[in-house]
């Protein structure tokens, strides 16, 4: 009786686990999926296997100094769509953050920091860097602002510029 009462109880808690999960699952739906291509305002929408692509590679090669869209070396700017909007010029794009990726300036955009950020332009300082082609660039930039669709304010610290 007892074993039949712990069977019971671990198959319940069981399924309400799994309907909790299900609830709080994200589908990458297209209007998920749909993110700034320019300055212009263009928009595309990414295929899943960019989606993968892109959180693949960010997690390989930028999370350790960018866990959660947060900034290791800089705590002030994250990778917030906020943030990235202010950020001069604006990097709340899938071309802006490549630009970024291949030559990094500081946040007003007025200093060259290609010696201290990785990218391409410079790919000793970081050698995986050197392996990335535009289309994983642009994979990791679509990472990049999707995350707050699906994240929310866990996604870049929270932080708030205007």
Not at 53 to 58: A, E, L
Not at 101 to 115: F, H, Q, R, S, V
Not at 138 to 155: D, E, F, N, S
Request: aromatic content about 8%; some cysteine; overall charge negative.
């Amino acid at each position: 009786m007892l074993k039949r009462l712990f069977l019971v109880a671990v198959v319940t808690i069981f399924f309400v686990f799994q309907s909790i999960s299900s609830a709080t699952a994200v589908e990458l739906d297209d209007a998920i999926r749909t993110v700034r291509l320019n300055e212009a305002g263009d928009e595309v929408t990414l295929s899943l296997q960019e989606v993968k692509r892109g959180q693949r590679i960010f997690v390989d090669s930028c999370s350790y100094c960018h866990k959660s869209g947060t900034t290791k070396t800089n705590p002030n700017v994250g990778l917030g769509l906020n943030a990235l909007a202010n950020a001069e010029p604006p990097k709340d794009n899938i071309e802006g953050i490549v630009e970024y990726l291949k030559n990094p300036t500081t946040y007003d955009g007025e200093t060259n920091i290609y010696e201290l950020h990785p990218n391409t332009t410079r790919s000793d300082l970081y050698p995986m860097m050197r392996n990335l082609t535009d289309e994983d660039l642009k994979a990791v930039a679509g990472h990049i602002l999707i995350q707050p669709k699906i994240r929310g304010t866990m996604w870049g610290g929270g932080k708030v510029y205007n």
